[in-house]
């Protein structure tokens, strides 16, 4: 008999500030619904969304005095933040098509040197086939091929991952429900 595990129960982040004007960065000119969050405050969200991560969708609370409440209602905290965390995961998103053609022309290059250094080998080792000093450059010439091959590797190995997971979380914290709470 098998068991049904429940689903997932919301992630909830929490936020407390003093003042609607403490989320978001103080130079960015955009109208409030367009404005980028302030980096500590972006950096303790994502933290936080990182640490309780379950999986389910996100709930972020956010706490603010009674009045402030009330002006982040009229002016749209929850679309604002929505709206950020929708620009972060497209610039994101750009980031990894970057790395992505960054890759593919380093794998190239990659493949290509790897080429000659196995030509350069084998050309070593039939020139010169009793000599220490020739096998030698011959291997050390095959191990170069191979580390011009590394940061490709690196790339689609483990990079891409890395940003593809934070893009989803950036993805999933746009679609948090927001909650206001006063203090």
């Known amino acids: 008999m098998s068991r049904i ?17 403490q989320i978001f960065n103080s130079l960015d000119p955009s109208p409030f619904t ?14 936080w969304a990182r640490e309780v991560d379950t999986g389910a969708p996100f709930r972020i609370v956010v706490h603010l005095p009674e009045g402030e409440v009330r002006s982040a209602r009229e002016r749209g905290l929850e679309s604002a933040i929505g709206n950020y965390f929708t620009y972060r995961a497209g610039m994101l998103e750009r980031d ?26 084998q050309t070593l080792r039939t020139a010169f086939p009793h000599s220490a000093l020739s096998q030698l450059l011959a291997e050390g010439i095959i191990i170069f091929g191979w580390v011009a091959n590394w940061r490709p590797a690196e790339i ?17 914290l746009a679609k948090a429900q927001i909650e206001l709470k006063s203090f």
Request: proline share 4%.
């Open 5 to 21: 595990s429940p689903p997932p129960r919301e992630a909830v982040v929490e936020v407390r500030i003093r003042e609607l004007g």
């Open 34 to 47: 367009e404005r980028d969050l302030d980096d500590e405050a972006e950096a303790y969200i994502v933290g």
């Open 96 to 121: 990894m098509r970057d790395l992505l053609r960054v890759g593919r022309w380093s794998l190239g290059m990659g493949i290509a040197v790897l080429a000659v250094c196995m030509g350069l080998s």
């Open 156 to 172: 689609f190995l483990y990079d891409i991952w890395a940003i593809r997971r934070r893009v989803d979380l950036y993805h999933r």
